[in-house]
């Protein structure tokens, strides 16, 4: 069972979450990415169950915490997050291309060849599952980002802010940890006991970007910014 | 195995996102959309044009000023008018170059393209012209999509331009050290009638780029 500095790092991820929840629909960024508000959602809604969980744990003739703090709970919970990472991921590119038609062909390629190779690693791979989903997350936010690249597309910063929070975020805490995990390095112990912090971070960075004011870009039309997706009609 | 191979992956999508996000310029790349898509095209269409036709008449009254002064035995006129022709030249290669450069960057960014031909090889004279114009047509057949082509193109035209630069400003040299001899004036006029075809060729495909963003708009 967790110790008090772990409840009060999850208490604050809690307070984030909703942070964010706020910032996002306070400016409609939902609409960019709704993916990513189910996510929030998901994450927000598991993640109290568990604190709640935690905290009746011994409350006695309540068996749901148990059941909460149970291998199948914490599978199902994981698969659900990186099923709905994965969504986010593709939604992003389809969001990100939608004004472009001449990109879709490539889009499309480049995201289908992201989601076979991770269906078929996590098929007929020998690795662990939650690993192969984040990475495959990690490859369809590099398929968008190439897209970006390739076309010199504008991006709306809150979709810089998820690429930016994401990759970096799934990399090292789910990826590299996983390696390090299999190595018998101690270092994944390392990262293990510091992921909470860091996923504090990544929600604080995604309350900052949620919360911080609209990019202005000054001499250009409404019409333009609305035709290459940046502003709503 | 398969999980470092993962690994590696992983590193290098991260290394592609991060990149990407650090070097983004909002406000510069949404302004360079703008310029692609604005109605200043046409306009910057008919400018390009008179600047060819400048650039063109410029080079040519030089070298021909520099022929009447060479037949009239006045070579030291004849080495003057010739480099002021080739001055014109070198001055507006570097123009050409960045143009070309800008381009490569606008149509990658066009959704819709009008189709380009292949340069000629029959319009060209120098002979590494026409061997960098051969591999470019070559190429081209074997090229699939309008984007891959219009970039070819756009390389092709830049060779082209660096080239024909390179024996304008030889051949002058030589000229200037030699100045009864035949063969520089030769090389002199061969190169600028092949500069003056690729000016041409960079105006049209100028045009095909403003006219697949017609079609887009």
């Known amino acids: 069972m967790p110790g008090v ?9 809690k307070i984030g979450l909703a942070i964010v929840l706020v910032g996002v629909l306070r400016r409609g960024l939902h609409r960019r990415c709704w993916s990513f508000l189910i996510y929030l959602l998901a994450v927000f809604i598991y993640s109290t169950a568990e604190l709640v969980g935690t905290v009746l744990y011994n409350v006695p003739g309540l068996q749901w915490p148990q059941w909460v703090w149970s291998w199948e709970f914490w599978h199902f919970q994981q698969t659900s997050f990186e099923i709905l990472k994965l969504a986010l991921a593709v939604e992003l590119g389809a969001r990100v291309v939608a004004a472009f ?14 989601l076979l190779t991770t269906t078929a690693a996590v098929t007929f791979g020998d690795a662990p599952q939650h690993p192969l989903l984040a990475t495959g997350t990690i490859w369809l936010f590099a398929a968008v980002s190439l897209v970006v690249i390739m076309f010199n597309l504008p991006l709306h910063a809150w979709y810089r802010a998820l690429l930016a929070g994401f990759v970096p975020y799934l990399f090292v805490f789910s990826t590299l940890q996983s390696i390090l995990a299999r190595r018998g390095d101690d270092l994944a112990t390392t990262l293990g006991s510091i992921d909470q ?36 009609g | 195995m398969l999980l470092w191979v993962l690994g590696v992956l992983g590193f290098v999508c991260l290394a592609v996102v991060i990149g990407q996000v650090a070097r983004y310029r909002h406000e510069h790349t949404v302004k360079q959309w703008d310029k692609l898509l604005s109605p200043g095209m046409g306009f910057a269409v008919q400018s ?13 009254s030089g070298l021909q000023g520099a022929q009447r002064a060479r037949d009239r035995q006045d070579l030291a006129e004849a080495v003057r008018l010739l480099e002021l022709s080739c001055q014109a030249i070198e001055q507006a ?31 060209y004279r120098l002979r ?18 309008a984007l891959e082509r219009f970039l070819l193109r756009l390389q092709v035209l830049g060779i082209g331009f660096r080239l024909a630069l390179r024996v304008l400003v030889g051949a002058s040299r030589q000229a200037a050290t030699t100045p009864a001899a035949r063969r520089p004036w030769g090389d002199y006029e061969r190169a600028l009638q092949d500069w003056k075809t690729l000016d041409r060729e960079h105006l049209e495909t100028f045009k095909a780029l403003a006219r697949s963003l017609e079609l887009e708009g």
Do not use: F, K, N
Not at chain 1, 103 to 114: D, G, V
Not at chain 1, 210 to 226: K, Q, Y
Not at chain 2, 48 to 60: K, P, R
Not at chain 2, 137 to 143: D, F, I, N, W
């Open chain 1, 5 to 13: 500095p772990q409840l009060a790092m999850a208490a604050a991820v």
């Open chain 1, 101 to 114: 038609p001449g990109t879709w062909r490539l889009a499309r390629a480049l995201l289908s060849a992201a």
């Open chain 1, 197 to 232: 912090a860091a996923y504090l971070a990544l929600v604080g960075w995604w309350a900052y970007a949620a919360w911080r004011a609209e990019e202005d870009v000054t001499d250009i039309s409404p019409v333009l910014l609305r035709r290459l997706g940046l502003a709503r």
């Open chain 2, 48 to 60: 390009l044009e008179l600047e060819v036709q400048t650039d063109a008449a410029m080079a040519d």
């Open chain 2, 93 to 123: 290669t570097p123009h050409r170059l960045r143009r070309l450069r800008a381009m490569a960057v606008l149509i990658r960014m066009a959704a819709a393209l009008v189709p380009v031909r292949p340069l000629r090889i029959r319009d």
């Open chain 2, 128 to 145: 590494e012209l026409i061997a960098v114009v051969g591999v470019g047509a070559a190429l081209h057949q074997v090229l699939v999509s």
